[in-house]
């Protein structure tokens, strides 16, 4: 019971420390999440992100932090196989199914929904 409160909690700190920045700097919505992918880049690249997985559950994975732990997760295991190629191929192993659908869902509703002028 604990876990679905710990996820919650982490998620809804993320979505907190999102907003607070969005209110109180110039940051426009894209920088931010570039910057949250690269926070969870950063925490992964020192094993710190696996710990937020491991202790907060969906509430890590579901957060836009969890899209640069999955990067560099992914090219940091492939690299340690097949060198400096698989650091770059890597990279999308672990997102290739996101990536994907975030393509398709995008064509999808473009074709459903029509642009303001």
Known sequence: MMIYLYSFLFAGIVCLIGQ??????????????????AIGAALDT???YDFFVDTFGAGAVVCITSFGHLLIHGALAKASSDGLLGLFTGMFSLTATGITATIIFAFIFTLIFKPRD
């Open 46 to 48: 020192f094993a710190i």
């Open 20 to 37: 607070l920045i969005l209110d109180n700097t110039k940051l426009l919505p894209g920088h931010i999440t570039s910057l949250f992918v």
